[in-house]
């Protein structure tokens, strides 16, 4: 990728993520900020606003780290397995491992006596239905063996990325941080293919070119 590309890639993904934390954070926390709009005060909202996309390109940020690490790594993968299908193999049952420690570990640790485990379990499904939906995607726009790799990066990575929230356990923290990397992922994935195209474009015109 070229650097203008990655650059546009960068920020991008930081406006992306800017935009989606600021109105994710007004529905997530609406309880907190509904008296800002009863009676209609414009300038606390509007702090309250650059504080949440403040907030978001942080969150963009973490995505960004994670998405590059995960490019490696997967590299890393496929020449140290030898085998794209091992190497599948071996996310797969990542995959399985992190899906299963997101309940487990997140009950055992932070469950109340007597609460269900349904909602730790509900979040869990959620992530990884998005992660399927986007691997689809992804898969239809590129290739089928991009499939693993993108349900690998939409649970295993986001999960990691999610962390420092998950530890605390603050419930409308978890959900703010949740939607925007989950946006900020999507968008990488599926743009990723396109800015490399437009990229190797971009050198061959170059090359193209007459020397002075």
């Known amino acids: 990728m070229t650097s203008r590309n990655w650059v546009k890639l960068f920020l991008s993904t930081l406006l992306v993520g800017g935009l989606t934390t ?3 954070g007004f ?47 997967h ?7 030898k085998s794209r299908s091992l190497w599948n193999a071996v996310q797969v049952l990542l995959i399985v491992f ?4 997101l309940v487990y570990l997140r009950y055992n640790a932070f469950a109340k006596e007597g609460e269900s485990i ?6 869990a499904a959620f992530v990884l239905v998005v992660a399927l939906v ?24 986001t999960t990691i990325e999610w962390v420092p929230v998950l530890r605390v356990n603050e419930q409308s923290w ?21 800015l490399n195209e437009k990229s190797q474009l971009q050198k061959q015109q170059k090359s193209k070119k007459p020397t002075k």
């Open 134 to 157: 986007v691997a689809a995607v992804k898969a239809k726009l590129t290739n089928k063996e991009a499939f693993i790799p993108a349900v690998f990066f939409m649970v295993v990575v």
């Open 98 to 101: 992190v899906l299963f420690d």
């Open 22 to 24: 600021g109105v994710v």
């Open 27 to 73: 529905i997530v926390r609406w309880n907190e900020f509904k008296p800002l709009f009863v009676p209609f005060d414009f300038l606390e909202i509007l702090s309250v606003l650059f504080w949440l996309i403040g907030v978001g390109f942080i969150f963009s940020i973490l995505s960004q780290m994670g998405f590059f690490a995960y490019l490696t790594v």
């Open 174 to 194: 978890v959900y703010l941080m949740i939607v925007p990397l989950l946006v900020c992922n999507t968008y990488q994935l599926l743009i990723l293919h396109k």
């Open 118 to 123: 349904l909602l730790y379990i509900a979040l």
């Open 75 to 81: 590299r890393f993968g496929l020449g140290i397995f």
